[in-house]
C-alpha cells in the first residue's frame, strides 16, 4: 500500500525550462491538493481538486497550472520555470474537502537555478 | 485574512521533559491538524482535532474552538520528537483550502 506517490524526488530546471510534477493515491480519496514549502514560511496551497474533474485556486497560485487527470492522480505543471519557484512541493489526499485529515507524499524537491 | 500563528517558534528541551506547543487561529474552525515533519521532510499527521481533547500515547491535542486556539502536549519527550510541529486549520470561509502555521522548530537532546 504506497499511499501517496510523488515523482520525481529531485529535480533541477533552468530558467525557463518546463516540468510537470506528478502525484498518484492508491487510497480512494476524493480530494487533493499541492503545497509548496519554503523556509520559515510554513506550507502554501498552490491548487487544489475537492474530487475529479474539479480545481481550484490556492494561496500561492501564479506560474503553476493543475490537472486532475482521474481520481488517483493530480499532477502540477510548471510552464516556464523561475528561480523563485525553488521549493519542496507536496502532495497531500484527502478522503473529502471538508473535515478530514490530510495525507502527504514525501515530497519533491526543486532547484531552479 | 486568515491568520495562524504558532508559538513559541523554537523550542530545546532535554529528554525527558514536557512541552506545549500552541496554535492560534483568526476564524471560526471546522478542521484543525496537528503534523509532525521529521528531519527526512516527511509529514505525519499526528491528530485532526477541530474540538475537544485527543490523546495518542506521549501526545495529546486539545482545540478550544470558541476561544480559537490549540495546544499539542508532548510529555516526556525523546530524540526522536525532534522536527517540526505544524497545526493547519479551515475555517467555515475557506472551503477546501487548509492553511498552516509557520511551525515550530523542536530539538530534544539525550
Known amino acids: 500500500n504506497a499511499g501517496v506517490t510523488q515523482t520525481p524526488k529531485f529535480q533541477v530546471l533552468k530558467t525557463g525550462q518546463s516540468m510537470t510534477l506528478q502525484c498518484a493515491q492508491d487510497?480512494?480519496?476524493?480530494?487533493m491538493y499541492w503545497y509548496r514549502q519554503d523556509p520559515g514560511m510554513g506550507l502554501r496551497l498552490i491548487y487544489y481538486s475537492a474530487s475529479e474533474g474539479t480545481t481550484d485556486k490556492g494561496e500561492v497560485p501564479n506560474g503553476y497550472n493543475v490537472s486532475r487527470l482521474n481520481k488517483r492522480e493530480f499532477s502540477l505543471r510548471l510552464e516556464s520555470a523561475a528561480p523563485s519557484q525553488t521549493s519542496v512541493y507536496f502532495c497531500?489526499?484527502?478522503?473529502?474537502?471538508?473535515?478530514?485529515?490530510?495525507?502527504f507524499g514525501n515530497g519533491t524537491r526543486l532547484t531552479v537555478t | 485574512g486568515i491568520q495562524v500563528e504558532q508559538s513559541p517558534p523554537d523550542l530545546i528541551l532535554q529528554e525527558g521533559a514536557n512541552s506545549t506547543l500552541r496554535c492560534n487561529f483568526s476564524d471560526s474552525v471546522n478542521n484543525l491538524q496537528w503534523f509532525h515533519q521529521n528531519p527526512w521532510g516527511q509529514l505525519i499527521n499526528l491528530f485532526y482535532i477541530p474540538s475537544g481533547t485527543k490523546q495518542n500515547g506521549r501526545l495529546s491535542a486539545t482545540t478550544v474552538a470558541t476561544e480559537r486556539y490549540s495546544l499539542l502536549y508532548i510529555s516526556s519527550s525523546q530524540t526522536t520528537d525532534s522536527g517540526v510541529y505544524f497545526c493547519a486549520y479551515r475555517g467555515g470561509s475557506t472551503l477546501g483550502r487548509l492553511y498552516f502555521g509557520r511551525g515550530t522548530q523542536l530539538t530534544v537532546w539525550p
Open positions: 487510497m480512494n480519496h476524493n480530494s
Open positions: 497531500a489526499t484527502a478522503v473529502g474537502s471538508g473535515g478530514t485529515p490530510l495525507h
